[in-house]
């Protein structure tokens, strides 16, 4: 072969690894398409931007492309820098505003998203939000096939729905990521994966463990180890939450071992830190700390892994009071301290609520503007709600009003019925000072008031039976009277001791061939010496017919036959 020969064919062959570095275009007649043909083409430079220049020039040299080329641009920086910054965030932005200039709702939703998940990986959660909530608002109406990478799209929001708590809603576009994408591929087990974790924290576990072993079965057919490692991991979740910790450490081990095999070091560390909690509960400390050990050294390289950080050291602090030491407790607390500190904007819960503080604040204005809306243009239907609002207002005010009074009346008969029975007693109480205060007069003044406690208790039933019942729960007041009624202990000596006056052998009888009687068996039998019956015994008592009943046979078993000679003396 000739040296031209060779010459030729060194060029042709140069030539084509030179376009090989470059992105590919298609020209058909589907724009958004030809678009996601683009995107599948995008490729991590690492630090090499000049490279990445070149690699995106075909699409930068394309005026209908512009908006892809700054985002992809922004995501070449991001790994450049491999963390927030001023560079990356010019070019998202210029997508953004590039795309609301087109009038292309599709490529508008791609750039606001491509700037939201480069937000998201480094955990800026409160400037993700807002932008998350104009393009859940702008996806809503769309078909799959407006959508550039549908089944991305939805993934995508699902996951940071998920990370934010609302479960519910993830799972809506995680189903709708689940319809459209292709089967039986990464995409797909991933999206499986993730519909299972969301009905694991929703508490389903039934349904988290058909999501979790379907990604298991997808991911060991495509093959896809990484996959499969993590849906093992998640599964680990399960067991952990039903006590069966010998299966989740093996699940988890072996989650690890596949995720260093492919150098997938981010779920190295999620699953060694959520092993060293499994064997925390397993009340294995030092094993523990060894899978911790080893999170915190992938930990520590990204600034992005603070919140997996703090995990860490908290779960040593834990092994080190659950040890009874205090080795290295000052460092863990003082990085502990700085790294919640970090966290208070970025990663933190402080910074997950203030992001759902915005979407609820959003779903409220949104609110505040649908019923400015109805002001603006439905301005009739507005005069029509007034009306009818001041009518049932009208009507609500009359039936309170009606209720009020009702109430009132019912409370003022309450209490004039109260009032009524209380200065009964109160003048049966004046009658015994006026007259002599004998026997005759206390026998009177206990008939009295047997007869004010039977009506008493007559009122207390009807009143039960009526619709003022609340008001003598509320207030008690005709208990409350009764219960005054009843023979206190004032009332029984001043009894006691008239009875003494006018029944002093019989009296002084009990004191000496009855000791064993009780006060309260004294009170039945001087009762019964002034001829009361059982029912009004129990009255004046306030216990039943029946107490006093078994009072007197208790007694009769306890004297025994000294009762029939005290029962003599009782007639």
Known sequence: MSAKKIYFIVLFFLALIINAQKIQINSSKNYLQDIESILLQEKNFDTDTTDLK??????????????????????????????????????????????????????????????????????????????????MAQIEPLEADQIITADETYKRIGWILYTFGD?????????????????????????INSIGMNYFYIGD?????????????????????VRYAKALGDLANISQKKGDYKTAIALLQKDIQISEEYLSNQNTMYASILLAEVFLKNKQPEEAILFLNKAENIAVTKSYFKKSELQIIQLKLQILKLQHSTKNELNLRR?????????????????????????????????????????????????FYIIIFIMLLSTVLIIVIHFRKKYKNKQLKYEQKVKALELEKVKAEQKLTEVNDDIKSQIDYLKEKNFQIKKLKTEIENIKK???????????????????HLMTDGNWNTFKREFQKEYPEFYTLLQQDFPELTDSNKRILLLQKLDFSNNEIAELLGITNEAVKKSKQRLKKKLGDKYDSLFNYLR
């Open 54 to 135: 070149k690699y995106l020039s075909p699409i930068n040299q394309n005026p209908k492309y512009d908006v892809i080329y700054q985002g992809l641009l922004a995501n070449g920086y991001s790994n450049f820098y491999n963390s927030i910054n001023k560079t990356s965030d010019n070019y998202y932005l210029n997508s953004i505003q590039k795309a609301k200039v087109s009038k292309n709702i599709s490529l508008e939703i791609w750039s606001k998203l491509n700037y939201i998940n480069y937000l998201y990986y480094y955990r800026d959660y409160i400037r993700l939000t807002p932008f998350l909530l104009e393009l």
């Open 167 to 191: 479960y519910n809603k993830s799972l809506h576009y995680l189903k709708l990521a689940e319809k459209t994408a292709k089967k039986n591929t990464s995409e797909y087990a991933s999206i």
């Open 205 to 225: 576990y039934k349904m988290a463990s058909f999501y979790l072993n379907e990604t298991v079965k997808i991911s060991k057919k495509i093959p896809d180890d």
């Open 335 to 383: 990085r502990m301290i700085v790294l919640e500190e970090s966290l208070k904007n970025e990663d933190g819960d402080l910074a997950i609520n203030q992001a759902n503080w915005i979407i609820e604040k959003n779903k409220y204005q949104q609110h505040i503007d649908e019923a400015n809306e109805i002001i603006q243009y439905e301005a009739t239907l507005k005069k």
């Open 466 to 484: 009526s619709s003022s019942y609340y008001l003598e729960k509320e207030k008690g007041k005709l208990n409350a009277l009764l219960e005054s």
